[in-house]
């Protein structure tokens, strides 16, 4: 059985990725701390229940499309991260090759930090890949992505957590 976010991000045309991509960058810029709009909880959900190619395509298209150092370091902490720390190895290489053609993308790199839960073979074919930046990410762009990232995460995990709640009361036949 195929999972329901799976199932909606399949769905999705280029063009689909790339209006999603516009929206969450935009939320992304404009969402206060401590807040997580929809469509930061459609990518977190991305994040944790799409296949890596997806997760690889959305951050591609997104960090085409960032215009800033917050929305960089968004894309960099949240699905980049992501996908090295899940299939770091497995898509190194295209990381690499992406980096070497586009300074954006390169530069964006400098918001992964969560090495510690990165394979160190990876992290250090990343650190080659940062250590050629001339134009670092702004810190506290680093920091309020990061921040937003754990607010996401917490969000995500607290809505899982009500749904699995209200499907055991339906499977009991309590009422709520």
């Not at 799409?50 to 150092?69: G, H, K, S, V, Y």
């Not at 690499?96 to 990165?118: N, P």
Request: charged content about 30%.
């Amino acid at each position: 059985m195929t999972n329901p976010v799976l199932r909606k991000w399949r769905r999705l045309s280029e063009s689909d990725v790339i209006a999603v991509a516009q929206a969450w960058l935009r939320e992304v810029e404009e969402t206060q701390l401590d807040s997580v709009g929809e469509w930061s909880e459609g990518i977190t959900a991305m994040n944790f229940f799409c296949p890596p190619e997806m997760q690889w395509n959305f951050a591609r298209i997104a960090t085409n499309l960032a215009q800033t150092d917050l929305q960089l370091a968004a894309i960099a902490v949240g699905p980049l991260q992501h996908l090295l720390v899940h299939a770091g190895e497995d898509w190194i290489g295209s990381v690499e090759s992406k980096a070497l053609e586009s300074d954006k993308f390169r530069r964006m790199l400098d918001g992964v930090y969560g090495t510690e839960s990165i394979s160190s073979s990876v992290l250090d074919r990343l650190d080659d890949l940062r250590d050629q930046l001339s134009d670092y990410l702004d810190d506290a762009a680093i920091e309020r992505a990061q921040q937003h990232r754990i607010d996401c995460e917490r969000g995500s995990l607290a809505r899982l957590k009500e749904i699995q709640r209200r499907r055991a009361v339906e499977r009991s036949g309590l009422d709520e």
